[in-house]
C-alpha cells in the first residue's frame, strides 16, 4: 500500500486530494496543525481513512518527525498562506508559510525521506503581470503581490532541491480553482453563496468589483488529480494546471442567476470598493504541456461548476445538518 502525506489537509484541495488518494488505497496522513477549535470541516467524512499528524510548515523538527514516523512515498505540499489580500497585510508570515515553510519541508525530505516524491502547490501568481498569454511553463515570474513573490521562491527552491540533490520535485502552477469547499471570501463562492441566499429571501444585493474581469477558472477536483499524475511520472517536472480558458466575472454572475431562474440585474451592483482595473495581459494558462505529456484536461465545465455551487449553497443554507 502507498503512503501519502499531505499538508493542508483541512484546506479545499487537501480535502479532495485525500478523497482521492483514498479512493487509490493509498495509506493517507493528513498534516494539521493544532487550533483551539476543531478545523475539520471540510474532512469530516474522511474520518477512519485518514490519519491526522500534528505538525506546522513554521516548526522544522515537527516536520522531520512527522516525515521520520510516517515515511510516506508521496508529499503533497498544499499548505500555505493562500488569500492574496492578507498578503499585504501579513507579508512578513506569508512569507513564513509560503516561502520557508517549503525551504524546511524540503530540507526534512532531504534528510529524513530522500526518496518520497514531492508535490508543490505552485500559483499562477508567480506571473503576475505576464508578458504574454496564455502562460506556459516557460513563462517569466514577475510577482506583482507578496504571495506571489513568496509561490515563486517555493517555486524555485523546489526546483533547485530537485536539480542539485536530485530530489523527486514536481511543481503544479494552479490557477484559480473552486468547489463547493472553498472559503466565502473568493468572488466565486461569494456569487454562488450570495445568489443561493437571495433566492432564499436571506440576502437582497450582491456587491461587486469589475464585472468585465476575467479569470481562468476550474474545479478542484480536476486539479487534484492533476496533482496526482503528476507524481506517478518516471521523470519529475512542472506542469500548468488550469482549464486554458477565461470567462468573465458578468458570466458566472449571468450563469449563478439563471441556474436558479433569476435574473442578474435585479440584484447585482458593481461597488467602487471591490473595483480592480482590466488586467493588459490576461492570466490564462496553457494547458498544452499537461494534455499531451500527462493525457489530462479538465472533466467538468464552467457551467457545470457555477450550477453545482449554488445547487450545493442551496442545499446548505436549508440543511442544517450539512
Ligand atoms: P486553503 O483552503 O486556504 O488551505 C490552506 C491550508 O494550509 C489549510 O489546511 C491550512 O490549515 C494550511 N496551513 C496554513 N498555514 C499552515 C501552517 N503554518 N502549517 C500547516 N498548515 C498550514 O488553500 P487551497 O485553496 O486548498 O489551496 C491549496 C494550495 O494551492 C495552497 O498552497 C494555495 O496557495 C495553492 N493555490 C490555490 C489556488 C486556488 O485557487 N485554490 C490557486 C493557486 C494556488 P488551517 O486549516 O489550520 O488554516
Do not use: I, M
Given at each position: 500500500m502507498k503512503k501519502a502525506l499531505i499538508t493542508g489537509l483541512t484546506g479545499q484541495d487537501g480535502s479532495y486530494l485525500a478523497e482521492l488518494l483514498v479512493a487509490k488505497g493509498y495509506q493517507v496522513y493528513g498534516l494539521v496543525r493544532r487550533t483551539?477549535?476543531?478545523?475539520?470541516e471540510r474532512i469530516s467524512h474522511l474520518a477512519g481513512n485518514v490519519e491526522i499528524v500534528s505538525g506546522d510548515l513554521l516548526d522544522q523538527s515537527s516536520l522531520m518527525d512527522v516525515i521520520s514516523d510516517t515515511q510516506p512515498d508521496e508529499i503533497y505540499?498544499?499548505?500555505?498562506?493562500?488569500?492574496v489580500p492578507l498578503s499585504w497585510t501579513q507579508p512578513a508570515l506569508t512569507a513564513e508559510y509560503t516561502a520557508l515553510g517549503v525551504s524546511r519541508l524540503l530540507e526534512s525530505i532531504r534528510r529524513c525521506q530522500p526518496d518520497a516524491r514531492f508535490y508543490q502547490a505552485s500559483s499562477?501568481?508567480?506571473?503576475?503581470?505576464?508578458?504574454?498569454?496564455?502562460?506556459?511553463?516557460r513563462t517569466a515570474f514577475r510577482p506583482r503581490n507578496p504571495y506571489g513573490v513568496a509561490k515563486a521562491y517555493a517555486h524555485w527552491m523546489s526546483v533547485n532541491y530537485r536539480q542539485h540533490y536530485n530530489l523527486y520535485t514536481c511543481c503544479g502552477i494552479t490557477y484559480t480553482h473552486e468547489s463547493?469547499?472553498?472559503?466565502?471570501?473568493?468572488v466565486f463562492r461569494k456569487i454562488t453563496n450570495t445568489a443561493a441566499k437571495i433566492k432564499l429571501g436571506l440576502a437582497k444585493e450582491l456587491k461587486l468589483g469589475n464585472l468585465e474581469a476575467r479569470r481562468d477558472w476550474c474545479f478542484a477536483k480536476d486539479a487534484v488529480t492533476a496533482m496526482w499524475l503528476m507524481l506517478q511520472q518516471d521523470t519529475p517536472d512542472d506542469y500548468i494546471i488550469a482549464s486554458g480558458e477565461t470567462h468573465s466575472v458578468k458570466e458566472l454572475v449571468e450563469c449563478a442567476f439563471s441556474s436558479i431562474g433569476l435574473n442578474w440585474q435585479d440584484y447585482v451592483s458593481v461597488d467602487p470598493e471591490f473595483y480592480r482595473p482590466d488586467e493588459p495581459v490576461q492570466l490564462v494558462g496553457s494547458i498544452d504541456k499537461m494534455k499531451t505529456q500527462l493525457g489530462w484536461e479538465p472533466e467538468y465545465s464552467f457551467a457545470q461548476l457555477v450550477e453545482s455551487m449554488v445547487d450545493y449553497d442551496l442545499k446548505k443554507l436549508t440543511d442544517s445538518s450539512m
Open positions: 483551539s477549535t476543531s478545523n475539520l505540499n498544499l499548505a500555505s498562506q493562500s488569500y499562477s501568481e508567480v506571473f503576475g503581470q505576464p508578458d504574454e498569454s496564455p502562460q506556459t511553463e463547493p469547499r472553498r472559503g466565502t471570501e473568493f
